[in-house]
């Protein structure tokens, strides 16, 4: 059983910080493209950043436009574990965050590669 566990989300003023982090547990084989996604009241979950895999700190990232420059994604591999460092914030940052993964795992000695979500984690920017 694989599970995505985030946190560092809460309560920020704009222009302030947060860091948050998702760390992967489970029969992990091995973890490839990693990706924070959010989602807003009445709105739908778009793509914050992705990751793929890389090397030991992670290969290539993308951004949606409207954090490009404010956010930066990163990853561990030898802990399992994506972050993404959130500088600058709006209010219109608010939202639920989610961490997303494809992970290669194993069930029954079979291989599967599927595709994993975390519980959310709750980023609120308010003066």
């Known amino acids: 059983q694989v599970q995505l566990v985030e946190s560092g989300g809460g309560l920020v003023q704009p222009g302030g910080s947060l860091r948050l982090a998702c760390a992967v547990s489970?029969?992990?084989?091995?973890?490839?493209?990693m990706a924070w996604y959010r989602q807003a009241p009445g709105k739908e979950r778009e793509l914050v950043a992705g990751?793929?895999?890389?090397?030991?700190?992670?290969?290539?990232?993308n951004y949606a436009d409207s954090v490009k420059g404010r956010f930066t994604i990163s990853r561990d591999n030898a802990k399992n574990t994506v972050y993404l460092q959130m500088n600058s914030l709006k209010p219109e940052d608010t939202a639920a965050y989610y961490c997303?993964?494809?992970?290669?795992?194993?069930?029954?000695?079979?291989?599967?590669?599927?595709?994993?979500w975390g519980q959310g984690t709750q980023v609120t920017v308010s003066s």
């Open positions: 997303n993964a494809d992970i290669l795992t194993t069930v029954q000695d079979v291989m599967h590669l599927m595709n994993y």
């Open positions: 990751i793929t895999r890389g090397g030991t700190r992670g290969g290539s990232t």
């Open positions: 489970g029969s992990i084989v091995s973890i490839n493209t």
